[in-house]
């Protein structure tokens, strides 16, 4: 549910070795200052608004899903949102919606998302429902793919984007190469503009909330009940503090930093991420069938050096392509989410160790099943066609487009060596793949300042804040954090448990959620989940 991608920006670090930064979330948007400054003044959509009656008028017309496994009583539909709400009559696209139906007594909808930034609703729902049956006791659980992504106008960086993401000649002298990289990152901003289509200026949380309000009026809902998770819950926050009379039942699972600069985001997750691996070698190495043997300290230095392998010589894939050692970080980062997906990592590790095989190490970093090419159509979303980098290319633009964090150039020079090293102390795995993250938004337009500015001191109805004290990739002290910040209206759930996010992994945490969302009995603040309430 969150951050990553390939390829390599070529950095001389010193005699001692070549150090490369992997650049996994190199796509993003080429927005324009001036689109920046609208979403920042956070002006809320409002039904009472002429120019968005059509849009508030909608009902959604829901069907039978497409694709032979499809689950058969999942039902899709779209609704039509503005592409810039500051002028509303230029232009719309169509959002993909999918829905599990109330057995019972209907209070109306709950609307889940999923994460990323970057992460399609949809096709989770599909292949995740059962997770959420209890709740179509009393509602509808609906989910949706967000604006930029899966379905809905999904962005793009365009095949063969790897070969710009190269960066400059090692050749370039070191007293150039700051601005060698700066001039690259502009162009990979340019390169996935062209290939993005209109969306772009206009993605991000701001905009993406309010496309949240539009869904609740189709949907029939006088106000919004929520489940978020991971990047979800920084999405339900942002629409509480544009919507606070709209709040139902929320939910914030996983709770994302609403204030932390985007340095600092990233060597969090690092530090997290290793912690995750650490503990997964440990376990793996447990097993005789490991494939990093039964050393666990020479497990984790098997890892740095099969990243370096790959980096120095990637696997040809059999579709094309190959697999470098960023992939691999981006499988291990998604495979480390979950402690129940461990045996199946293993297990795709040992493909790769002994034959040389990447394709189920695909599966975990995300990019398998899509189909190339994106689409620019601002009114036409083509159901068959989702980029292969759409994720990658989503999750950069969303993030960037709700972060103002932008070093000057000169602030870049004095820093980065500090901040490459700062990072591999965090993680010698993950450090040099989120930096890459926290570089990618430089050359691209400053970010909303709204988040920062204006989700705080909620004055809506009590929510729900689960937070996890081994989460890889949200820390439990965010969790704290955002609660402190929204003010009175944030209960914290407290888990005492592995993992990324709680509600899949927690028995305990599952039931609480279900009582609120339910019912609206919330725990007492403070309350916890022990590892033995699984």
Avoid at 13 to 27: G, K, M, Q
Avoid at 353 to 365: D, K, R, S, T, Y
Wanted: charge should be negative.
């Amino acid at each position: 549910m969150h951050k990553r991608h390939k390829g390599h920006i070529r950095h001389r670090r010193s005699a001692r070795r070549e150090h490369r930064i992997p650049t996994w979330h190199t796509c993003g948007a080429l927005a324009s200052a001036a689109t920046l400054a609208l979403l920042g003044a956070g002006l809320p959509a409002s039904a009472d608004d002429p120019d968005l009656d059509r849009f508030y008028d909608q009902r959604v017309r829901w069907s039978a899903c497409k694709g032979e496994e499809t689950p058969k009583d999942l039902q899709c539909g779209t609704v039509r949102v503005p592409l810039d709400y500051a002028r509303p009559g230029r232009g719309s696209l169509e959002l993909a919606l999918a829905r599990y139906r109330a057995t019972g007594d209907s209070k109306g909808s709950v609307v889940l998302n999923f994460g990323g930034p970057g992460g399609a609703g949809v096709p989770q729902l599909a292949y995740g429902g059962k997770e959420f049956m209890r709740l179509t006791n009393n509602y509808d659980v609906v989910t949706f793919d967000p604006r930029g992504v899966g379905r809905s106008s999904p962005v793009s960086c365009g095949e063969g984007f790897d070969e710009v993401m190269q960066g400059p000649d090692d050749s370039t002298p070191d007293e150039q190469r700051t601005q060698a990289d700066l001039r690259w990152l502009r162009k990979a901003a340019q390169r996935c503009a062209e290939h993005s289509g209109p969306v772009l200026d206009h993605i991000g949380s701001v905009n993406t909330s309010r496309d949240l309000d539009v869904l609740r009026q189709a949907l029939g809902d006088d106000k919004l009940n929520y489940l978020g998770f991971s990047y979800g819950t920084r999405l339900g926050a942002v629409y509480a503090a544009q919507f606070p009379g709209r709040v139902g039942r929320f939910v914030l699972d996983g709770v994302d930093t609403l204030t932390e600069p985007l340095a600092e985001q990233g060597r969090a997750t690092a530090e997290g991420q290793q912690t995750a691996l650490d503990n997964f070698i440990t376990w793996c190495a447990e097993d005789v069938a490991c494939p990093f043997g039964q050393d666990p300290r020479a497990g984790r230095e098997q890892v740095v050096e099969l990243v370096r392998s790959l980096d120095a010589h990637p696997v040809p894939m059999y579709a094309g392509g190959s697999f470098s050692g960023q992939d691999f970080v981006a499988a291990l980062a998604q495979g480390l989410y979950a402690k129940q997906w461990w045996p199946a990592l293993s297990r795709a590790i040992a493909l790769l160790v002994e034959h040389g095989e990447p394709q189920a190490l695909m599966q975990f970093a995300g990019t398998v099943g899509a189909s190339p090419g994106g689409r620019g159509d601002e009114d036409v979303v083509d159901e068959n066609q989702v980029p292969a980098d759409n994720f990658q290319a989503a999750l950069l633009a969303i993030n960037c487009a709700d972060n103002p964090d932008r070093p000057s150039g000169a602030e870049l020079g004095r820093n980065i060596e500090r901040l490459r090293d700062e990072y591999e102390q965090a993680s010698p795995v993950f450090g040099q793949y989120q930096l890459t993250f926290t570089l990618m938004c430089y050359g691209r337009p400053r970010g909303t300042d709204f988040i920062r500015d204006r989700v705080r001191d909620l004055d809506t109805p009590k929510m729900l804040l689960v937070g996890t004290r081994g989460d890889p990739a949200t820390p439990y002290r965010w969790t704290v954090e955002t609660a402190r910040r929204l003010g009175s209206s944030a209960v914290v759930l407290d888990n005492r448990s592995e993992g990324h996010t709680g509600y899949a992994s927690s028995e305990c945490v599952h039931e609480a959620v279900d009582e609120f969302l339910l019912y609206g009995s919330l725990p007492a603040n403070g309350s916890s989940c022990g590892p033995g309430e699984e």
